[in-house]
């Protein structure tokens, strides 16, 4: 089995910055496109970054120039670096991703990290 586990969350007052981390772990053949998600109480679930397995990136206009998606396919890694973090980027974080495993590519996700932005 596949599991993703986020880490790095927590109280940061705005302005500041926090870097996200998501481990695979498992019989993992290869790491296709993997994203970060995230998820206000009362808000939908909203994508904001994607990167592939060469590297390209996307960004939702609400963080673009702010974080940064990446990722270290060796450690089975996938990174979201926030800087100038606003209030209104306070949400549960969480990775996702296609991920092959067993010979199939199924699509895996995270129990996500808490990010509160607060002075």
């Known amino acids: 089995q596949v599991q993703l586990v986020e880490s790095g969350g927590g109280l940061v007052q705005p302005g500041g910055s926090l870097r996200l981390s998501c481990a695979a772990s498992?019989?993992?053949?290869?790491?296709?496109?993997m994203y970060w998600y995230r998820q206000a109480p009362g808000k939908k679930r909203e994508l904001i970054a994607s990167?592939?397995?060469?590297?390209?990136?996307h960004y939702a206009d609400s963080v673009k120039g702010r974080f940064t998606i990446s990722r270290d396919n060796a450690k089975r890694m996938v990174y979201l670096q926030m800087d100038n973090l606003k209030p209104e980027d306070a949400a549960v974080y969480s990775c996702d991703g296609n991920i092959g495993w067993n010979g199939v590519v199924h699509n895996y996700w995270g129990q996500g990290t808490q990010v509160t932005v607060s002075s």
């Open positions: 498992g019989s993992i053949s290869s790491m296709y496109t």
């Open positions: 990167i592939s397995d060469g590297g390209k990136t």
